[in-house]
């Protein structure tokens, strides 16, 4: 047998396979497929052939990049989730990927990296916490505005800065697109059928995200949990196909319970703060032992007034 | 309905259409839409929700894949833009004006086509990404007369607009259209919108 073809993505956290939205799509669409792949969870994009995060590796045809060149390639070796479509369901997979592309992605991309409170408190401190230093202290920022850039292109907007009107024009769009979705997965387990598709790979992508990752300006994410079949869905397709994510998740502590994080810590603060003050009343005793200021009572009993003399003249000194 | 066959106009050619109603002006598709809902003329009422569904992620596809391709192939093939776009685009405007504007313009739409991942895209690959969306489209229509059966939607529209354009507009090779045309439904299908709302029209544009 050849070797396996590789695939690199993004590591995952809070019960995700992946914490990137492309990942997790091709990881998704990869099960679907039954296709073997050899998956290398990365928190640093230069150490992908390409540069860039979901890469494939092929048998011998060099790199693959964007999701959809992916599912192409993989197509093409044979490993295809949408062989039973009908040409029909293959046209509306296509509709339905655009939808996604122009009305979702750009609110999630706006919850994820450019509502301030979110991307300060949770995606920048993400990827800062996980990718190697010193990328940490220049990749997030550099993915920051390379999105909000994009957002600024695609809205043909050069000063798009993110505030109360965009946050709702992005998140009304993404609502009617979620609730379209929701119509058309209807009470089916997916979305043409009994069994996974592209298609279902696609949503799968963009809406566990925003089922998993706790943020701190939620509006996004209540709209998703008011259309309960969709949250069902991803929650059907994380159980089925990546239970190892689910039992492997940590407790994250949130954000706003910082003081809960800092309990854990405690016990440990509380021994270094006992144990500094020993070593600086040591230091400090030694000192002045060493230099006369105290000696110790082995010394003749008559010095011992003019002792107490010299220590009470310290005290006032350092007073 | 005759309000709504006069909101069927669409020219993608970096014009935008614009209906005038008493002392108000509504540009582009989607308002225009939203205009003549608000009138009590909206084509999409018959329709149940899963198909208005389709009926929206089918028009993203148009927008996103025609218009874009529309516009990579106008301004981002350099024969293209030399011969025909920066031409059309300039002729108001007198010289040096005109040249800086078509550069402009040109230096921003392959910017817009790096940021969503076009640029690295080949001109036989745009075409593909055409075909592919014109056959999604095809299978979509099949023997009926509309998208949504005996209907007109405004996905309809927006259809006829866009294949309407690339037949009817001259550019440097026959490509496009070409591969319009191998698609058949599609082409009885401009053909029938055309001669059935825009029969006045009969001597401009000829598919």
Redesign the interface.
């Known amino acids: 047998m050849a070797a396996p073809m590789q695939l690199y993505c993004w590591k995952g956290d809070y019960g995700l396979p992946s914490v990137d939205i492309d990942c997790l799509t091709v990881l998704a669409y990869a099960k679907f497929a039954g296709a073997p792949l050899k998956v290398h969870k990365l928190t640093n994009p230069w150490r992908s052939p390409t540069g860039i995060l979901p890469t494939l590796q092929t048998r011998g045809e060099g790199s693959v990049s964007?999701p959809s060149k992916i599912i192409i390639h993989l197509r093409k070796q044979k490993y295809n989730a949408d062989y039973d479509l009908s040409?029909?369901e293959?046209?509306?997979t296509?509709?339905?990927v655009?939808?996604l592309?122009?009305?979702l992605l750009p609110a999630l991309i706006y919850t994820l990296w450019i509502d301030s409170k979110n991307y300060v408190d949770v995606t920048r401190r993400w990827y800062a916490e996980n990718v190697p230093f010193p990328l940490n202290f220049v990749l997030p920022n550099r993915m920051h505005a390379q999105r909000l850039?994009?957002l600024q292109?695609?809205r043909?907007d050069p000063a798009l800065e993110p505030g109360e009107q965009l946050e709702q024009e992005l998140y009304q769009e993404a609502l009617?697109c979620m609730t379209?979705?929701s119509?058309?997965l209807?009470s089916q387990k997916f979305f043409f059928g009994d069994s996974p598709s592209a298609l279902d790979a696609y949503v799968f992508g963009h809406l566990a995200p925003l089922l998993k990752i706790k943020l701190p300006n939620r509006k996004l994410q209540q709209y998703l949990s008011s259309l309960e079949n969709l949250q069902l869905f991803c929650t059907n397709i994380l159980a089925l196909y990546f239970p190892s994510e689910i039992q492997a998740a940590p407790v994250h502590t949130a954000p706003t319970q910082a003081d809960g994080g800092d309990m854990d810590h405690e016990p440990h603060k509380r021994w270094n703060q006992v144990m500094s003050v020993l070593f600086a009343m040591g230091a400090m005793l030694g000192y002045a032992i060493l230099t006369g200021i105290i000696t110790i009572k082995s010394a003749h009993p008559h010095l011992q007034e003019s002792r107490h003399d010299d220590v009470d003249e310290e005290g006032e000194e350092e007073d | 309905m005759s309000l709504a066959a006069e909101a069927f106009v669409s020219q993608i050619a970096g014009k935008v259409p614009f209906i005038h109603v008493g002392n108000q002006v509504v540009s582009e598709l989607g308002p225009i839409v939203q205009f003549t809902k608000a009138k009590g003329h909206s084509l999409s009422d018959g329709l149940d929700d899963v198909q208005r569904a389709e009926m929206k992620a089918y028009m993203e596809l148009v927008n996103n894949m025609l218009l874009t391709a529309e516009l990579y192939i106008q301004w981002c093939d350099d024969t293209t833009a030399s011969e025909i776009t920066r031409q059309r685009y300039s002729s108001p405007y007198s010289w040096p004006l005109n040249h800086i504007l078509a550069y402009q313009k040109q230096w921003e739409v392959r910017r817009k086509m790096n940021a969503i991942g076009w640029a690295g895209k080949g001109l036989e690959q745009v075409y593909e990404d055409v075909s592919q969306c014109c056959q999604a489209l095809s299978q979509r229509l099949g023997t009926q007369p509309f998208f949504f059966n005996k209907q007109p939607t405004e996905l309809d529209a927006l259809v006829f607009g866009h294949l309407f354009t690339i037949l009817t507009t001259r550019l440097t090779t026959d490509e496009l259209s070409e591969r319009i045309k191998s698609c058949s439904n599609l082409l009885s299908f401009c053909r029938r919108i055309e001669q059935t709302y825009f029969e006045e029209d009969k001597d401009k544009g000829r598919l």
């Open positions: 964007q040409a029909k293959g046209a509306d296509l509709a339905f655009s939808l592309e122009e009305k850039g994009r292109l695609v043909e009617e379209l979705l119509q058309r209807g």
